[in-house]
């Protein structure tokens, strides 16, 4: 089964790039554009592996985001895709299970380490 993946971005060329990638890899992407909607995608469909997180949103933050799908469903991994050159994953994200591996930072000039990322997370590998 091919892995499901949301994309939270409010860029929409970078949503364009990676949901081209991705479903060219053989996943199924979904998008938002703010954590609030991300919210709303994962509160009407609980069947997506991974998420990849954009921290600067309008609205709510990327961290906040990640913490608040955390608890709606608990086992969603999750991906950080940021532009912030400085950004430092905080303890409470690592103790999900978010590290070094699972941060990556844009732009992305080879997107496979990515989709290889989201395959391991997807098969509980990561």
């Not at 949301?6 to 990638?21: A, H, K, N, S, Y």
């Not at 990327?62 to 950004?87: K, V």
Request: charged letters at 25%; one cysteine or more.
């Amino acid at each position: 089964m091919s892995p499901r993946v949301l994309v939270v971005d409010d860029e929409p060329f970078i949503v364009t790039g990676l949901r081209t990638f991705l479903e060219d890899e053989g996943m199924q992407v979904e998008s938002a554009a703010s954590g609030e909607e991300a919210l709303d995608v994962i509160r009407n469909d609980s069947g997506i592996d991974v998420c990849i997180m954009d921290m600067r949103l309008p609205g709510m933050n990327g961290d906040t985001t990640i913490r608040s799908l955390h608890e709606i469903c608990p086992d969603l991994r999750f991906i950080i895709h940021t532009g912030t050159a400085d950004y430092s994953i905080p303890d409470d994200l690592r103790a999900m299970g978010i590290g070094e591996r699972q941060l990556f930072a844009k732009p992305l000039l080879d997107m496979a380490p990515l989709a290889q990322t989201v395959t391991a997370l997807a098969a509980g590998r990561d």
